[in-house]
């Protein structure tokens, strides 16, 4: 079941450094929410905040609340393993287990979470690569390593194994930054199917593709959200001068 | 101009002296294998493999006991050392800056430098003084702290290789740390585990020290782990000191079969290292 997200002034630090300044932003379900910046803006760190992937380095803070529909994900009740479940992530380096194969990646989850048995996985499996349109290339050879797949293959197949434990909310740490055009071009055709289904927060460095896939643009520069609005008018007709800055090159 | 000349003869000089290096290097190897090879190799035979050493002068008889004492000591150690050393080496990836980590790294590192005469010394003080014989078990016990440092050491290497964009896609599907272990960072290493077991296996194969003063030697077949038992390294060191033609003549063919074992192990490991990072 799709959930929306909402953050409310949330700030992250590693160590004394802090990189998430204050942030509120919320993002709607069943829609792309598309979060921009220059490097080291903070972007991907508010990204990983939300899985509470984070955490797991030593000498990190978060204060503030994400509440992904209406739970709160830092509350004493929600266990981040379980979280993680929840929230699917796909990473920027594209990244299939590769001991295992095509097939045995996207069961990965589905075996972990003990969330099917049998002949029930290999229908799942099927579902799920059909899904994230794999299925049509693999379906000769689903015993190959996952890491024999071409990049843009594998970062589908990283999708399918997303699926797979039906999550509420999808992360995209710049999906494509790997991709060559024609892989850019099927990932970006797969999130616009997924928002049908799933929220979609997606970092990107590609303005152009923020343009083509979102239905919401958030700008993060610094550590501080400085604008975010409906993709259409963020484009158009930036209201913050940073913005229009930024989207004409000026900085970043 | 000259200067760079005069730059260039030196690195040719450089690069003929690190080939020169690199060959002596090979030439000692190739030498120990052509004499053991060529004094060993009348002796080695069916009935050499498989019969009990022969009295001085008797026709016959062979290293069959000391083949099956050595693969059993060295078993014994692999089957001791190695749940212990992947599980060391797994805390040290998991916990890499840890003041224990530090510490184990330190640890283990000495043992490494340790004389193996030494650690058959402690074992022999331990347990041979304490329970008044030697014996097998004690035997595996000295080759397993032999090995310890070598696993340990390439294990949590190996284990580094997994890369941390995996590890975190593992987490971020919902695995715990454990299960990230388990299904992720082992499975994925475990080439190269292997081939660090190997590498143990054959520098444990070698060893005279620890078994000489742990297991001692033995004329007869193996019958319990409590007794004194032969091995390959001890009965070559007893053949090869002795007055007896006949007697040196074995201690080179045990040498040839031990040195043949030790040679397939190392170079199956690297070859199957080889292919794993071909594979990567």
Not at chain 1, 170 to 182: G, K, Q, R, T, Y
Request: hydrophobic letters at 50%; proline letters at 5%.
């Amino acid at each position: 079941m799709a959930q929306g997200v909402n953050i409310e002034n949330f700030s992250f630090w590693y160590g004394q450094s802090q990189v998430v300044k204050n942030i509120s932003l919320s993002a709607p379900v069943r829609q792309v929410t598309a979060l921009i910046g220059p490097s080291g803006c903070g972007k991907t760190t508010l990204l990983r905040s939300i899985n509470r992937l984070h955490e797991l380095h030593p000498g990190t803070r978060a204060a503030g609340r994400i509440a992904i529909g209406e739970e709160d994900i830092f509350s004493a009740a929600v266990d981040p393993v379980d979280l993680r479940r929840r929230v699917g992530m796909i990473f920027q380096k594209p990244s299939p287990f590769p001991h295992l194969s095509v097939f045995e990646n996207v069961a990965a989850g589905l075996r972990l979470h003990g969330l099917a048995q049998g002949k029930e996985i290999a229908e799942r499996v099927e579902a799920c690569l059909r899904k994230a349109a794999l299925w049509e290339e693999v379906k000769d050879d689903l015993g190959r390593k996952g890491a024999l797949l071409s990049g843009g293959q594998q970062q589908r197949l990283c999708i399918a194994r997303a699926l797979a434990v039906e999550p509420e909310v999808f992360l995209m740490d710049e999906p494509c930054a790997s991709l060559d055009p024609v892989g850019i071009m099927r990932i970006e055709e797969l999130i616009r199917e997924l928002k049908h289904d799933y929220t979609v927060i997606i970092v990107t460095h590609n303005m152009h593709q923020a343009s083509r896939i979102s239905d919401q643009t958030a700008f993060v520069l610094n550590g501080e959200l400085v604008e975010v609005g409906r993709t259409k008018e963020f484009f158009l007709a930036p209201t913050d001068p940073r913005t229009e800055a930024y989207l004409t090159w000026k900085i970043g | 101009m000259t200067n760079r000349r005069k730059r260039k003869a030196l690195g040719l000089l450089f690069e003929a002296l690190c080939v020169l290096a690199a060959s002596i290097a090979i030439v000692v190897l190739a030498l120990i294998l052509y004499y053991v090879f060529r004094r060993g190799i009348g002796v080695v035979g069916f009935v050499f493999l498989t019969s009990l050493p022969a009295p001085v002068g008797v026709a016959g008889g062979g290293i069959g006991n000391a083949l099956i004492g050595s693969l059993l000591m060295v078993g014994l150690g692999a089957l001791i050392a190695v749940p212990v050393c992947i599980a060391a080496a797994v805390f040290l990836d998991q916990n890499p800056a840890s003041k224990l980590s530090a510490f184990v790294r330190f640890a283990t590192r000495v043992l490494s430098g340790v004389p193996s005469m030494v650690i058959g010394l402690f074992v022999f003080g331990q347990l041979v003084l304490r329970t008044g014989n030697y014996s097998a078990l004690a035997g595996g016990i000295a080759l397993s702290i032999v090995m310890a440092p070598v696993i340990t050491l390439s294990a949590e290497e190996m284990l580094r290789l997994v890369p941390s964009s995996q590890r975190e896609a593992s987490m971020a599907l919902g695995a715990s740390k454990q299960q990230t272990v388990f299904r992720l960072v082992l499975p994925g290493a475990a080439g190269g585990l292997i081939v660090g077991v190997m590498l143990a296996v054959a520098l444990a194969a070698g060893q005279t020290a620890p078994v000489l003063l742990t297991a001692l030697t033995s004329r007869f077949w193996l019958e319990s782990l409590q007794q004194p038992t032969a091995s390959l390294p001890v009965l070559i060191y007893h053949y090869a000191t002795s007055p007896f033609a006949d007697w040196q003549a074995h201690a080179w063919g045990a040498a040839l079969v031990l040195v043949t074992a030790i040679l397939v192990l190392n170079v199956t490991a690297q070859l199957s290292l080889g292919l794993s990072n071909r594979r990567r």
